[in-house]
């Protein structure tokens, strides 16, 4: 057993008097820096450090992890104070959000761990058939990746798993970027069946895991809109959207996307469904490449916007918000008259209120009028913690513009 995890020397941290106890007892996972007594003995913990969360009054809470560099000093990882982390425990956890994924998806292509919310604070597990691409944002979890890895393969019997450890979550928590072949070996892109669609995930090199899955019943309210219409993806990743639309029956589709690869990766998309003749690229800033369709008068009957998140944060707010607005104006002259628009937000800090706000004046500063006639978020295989608002973080909007 890692000696980190052993209840018999676990350590102890405590909280202020005047920290939110309620709040965690009623389930909010993280404790913040300003929230507990960081002691010299607290402060010298090594990130990732199992321990004991006390209230004020030296009452147990739970088992925590401890990272003294981080914000978010302690994550909650189990309600029992006794509890340890071993292989046993991730099984436990990953039985249960596999049962799940199991009862929701005819296929093993799916968001298996979505972070607090299937009681792993910090890690994101995707599955793609055999393989499986862990994240571990936290560093509790790059500690006890060893369990965590032999646990996810005994539940569900993937052959290959892929440490895949990039990405702006990791900077807070002391965490170096890295990606490594933790189990078995990666010939290359691997096929993925979504909507009728067939992407290529990319899980060494690409975004995030290889592919979004939370975007999974938009795509598929899309494809209801795409039978016989022009398609316009734009930030079309691997071709998202544009893919999706084209197994719903466009006529055609227009990926556009600043990366090459990722475009690439939408062109072997479209060979493997046979409808490479149906399907076009553009390489460019998202942008510029709009302005530059609404110069040549290109319209289309669909026009999808995907961005990142221009609001990742509180303090990228407003300028998160004016960036999702010039979204919107830009893209609505490329809607034809009587055309659908659909806007995406995956920013947490921006909410469906201001979201919405933000597109609605986008829409209506580039002369159109529009009807909403549609809000989706993510999968289910992306659940939300009630008590954590970060966890509802992505917004779909489609619009009808009139004639």
């Keep these: 057993m890692n000696e980190s995890t052993s209840q018999t020397s676990r350590p102890t941290v405590r909280l202020r008097p005047n920290a939110e106890a309620r709040a965690i007892r009623h389930g909010f996972p993280w404790v913040y820096a300003n929230e507990l007594v960081t002691d010299r003995r607290t402060k010298a913990m090594a990130p990732g450090t199992i321990a004991v969360l006390e209230d004020a009054d030296r009452r147990p809470m739970g088992t925590v992890a401890v990272n003294?560099?981080?914000?978010?000093?302690?994550?909650?990882?189990?309600?029992?104070?006794?509890?340890v982390p071993d292989t046993d425990w991730f099984a436990a956890r990953l039985g249960r959000a596999l049962d799940m994924r199991t009862r929701l998806f005819d296929a093993p292509f799916y968001r298996l761990i979505h972070a607090e919310a299937d009681g792993l604070p910090g890690v994101v597990i995707d599955r793609f058939g055999d393989l499986a691409v862990i994240q571990p944002n936290a560093a509790w979890a790059e500690a006890l990746i060893d369990p965590l890895t032999e646990a996810l393969i005994a539940v569900t019997g993937v052959e290959t798993v892929v440490l895949n450890g990039t990405g702006r979550a990791r900077k807070p928590e002391g965490l170096d970027e890295r990606t490594e072949v933790l189990r078995g070996a990666v010939d290359g892109p691997v096929p993925v069946p979504m909507n009728g669609a067939t992407y290529m995930a990319d899980v060494l090199g690409g975004q995030k895991t290889g592919l979004f899955f939370d975007q999974r019943p938009n795509h598929a309210f899309a494809t209801r809109l795409a039978y016989g219409a022009r398609v316009l993806d734009v930030f079309s990743h691997v071709g998202g959207f544009?893919?999706?639309?084209?197994?719903?029956?466009?006529?055609?589709?227009?990926?556009?996307?600043?990366?090459?690869?990722?475009?690439?990766?939408?062109?072997?998309?479209?060979?493997?469904?046979?409808?490479?003749?149906?399907?076009?690229?553009?390489?460019g800033d998202a942008f510029d490449v709009m302005a530059a369709l609404a110069e040549e008068g290109a319209q289309y009957d669909v026009v999808i916007c995907d961005?990142?998140?221009?609001?990742?944060?509180?303090?990228?707010?407003?300028?998160g918000l004016r960036a999702y607005e010039r979204v919107a104006r830009l893209a609505a002259p490329l809607v034809a008259p009587g055309g659908y628009l659909g806007l995406c937000s995956c920013s947490h800090a921006a909410d469906l209120s201001r979201f919405r706000n933000a597109s609605a004046r986008g829409i209506g500063r580039a002369g159109r009028r529009a009807q909403l006639i549609h809000t989706g978020f993510a999968g289910p295989d992306h659940p939300l913690l009630p008590q954590l608002a970060e966890s509802g973080y992505l917004k779909a909007l489609f619009f009808r513009l009139a004639p």
């Excluded at 493997?272 to 149906?278: I, Q």
């Excluded at 221009?310 to 407003?318: H, M, Y």
């Design 68 to 83: 003294p560099g981080s914000k978010i000093i302690c994550r909650m990882l189990d309600r029992d104070e006794t509890a």
């Design 242 to 283: 544009g893919l999706a639309a084209l197994a719903g029956g466009a006529a055609q589709a227009l990926a556009v996307d600043g990366s090459a690869p990722a475009l690439a990766l939408a062109e072997q998309g479209a060979a493997a469904m046979g409808m490479s003749d149906r399907f076009t690229t553009r390489k």
């Design 307 to 319: 961005p990142p998140a221009f609001a990742p944060n509180k303090p990228a707010l407003e300028a």
